[in-house]
T-cell receptor, first 114, second 115 residues
């Protein structure tokens, strides 16, 4: 049981390039989230999903897209990378309602856009 | 609005002393309040959480208290050790839809425990 895994661990992009950050969980959890953490700051919600086929925007969705074709996978897509997207990205998952179930984080992807 | 305020931003204590970090939240409907510890370059790790039907919860040297009337909750670490040095984040749930919510995080507290 690996929990929540993310790839890659590190990536450097040039302005205007695109990439997909991968997130996979093997806990069969319904709810998945993408956060970004800027240096010295807390986490901001980008997108979330309550189950396969259902996604919605969080606090800072601009410049990102997501899909949820399976329960296990929740990839985050950057289409036109900008320096403002330099951050550490965390994926998280939990089984049911947050009021009753713990949210688990993946190890993170450190992205630099130059 | 959706807001969690966390204080202090930095905290330095001597080994063996206690440390207290406080958070306030804005939504009276929030009902779940986790605390995360994040070491440098690592993911946030849940260390303790409290749900709105209790006022205090303890786990060895760590305790969390909740005051729903005042909309604040606090993390207490007793007998601090150098390995407690890290960034600590509080969070509170805010409703997204009828069947899920999101966590709003505080700005973080950098705790330094001096040997």
């Amino acid at each position: 049981n690996a929990g929540v895994t993310q790839t890659p661990k590190f990536r450097i992009l040039k302005i205007g390039q695109s990439m997909t950050l991968q997130c996979t969980q093997d806990m069969n959890h319904n709810y998945m989230y993408w956060y970004r953490q800027d240096p010295g700051m807390g986490l901001k919600l980008i997108y979330y999903s309550v189950g396969a086929g259902i996604t919605d925007k969080g606090e800072v969705p601009n410049g990102y897209n997501v899909s949820r074709s399976t329960t296990e996978d929740f990839p985050l897509r950057l289409e036109l990378a900008a320096p403002s997207q330099t951050s550490v990205y965390f994926c998280a998952a939990h089984r049911g309602r947050l009021s009753t179930d713990t949210q688990y984080f993946g190890p993170g992807t450190r992205l630099t856009v130059l | 609005g959706e807001n969690v305020e966390q204080h202090p931003s930095t905290l330095s204590v001597q080994e063996g002393d206690s440390a207290v970090i406080k958070c306030t939240y804005s939504d009276s409907a929030s009902n779940y309040f986790p605390w995360y510890k994040q070491e440098l370059g690592k993911r946030p790790q849940l260390i303790i959480d409290i749900r709105s039907n209790v006022g205090e919860k303890k786990d060895q040297r760590i305790a969390v208290t909740l005051n729903k009337t005042a909309k604040h909750f606090s993390l207490h670490i007793t007998e601090t050790q150098p390995e407690d040095s890290a960034v600590y984040f509080c969070a509170a749930t805010y409703r997204l839809s009828s069947n899920t919510g999101k966590l709003i995080f505080g700005q973080g507290t950098t705790l330094q425990v001096k040997p």
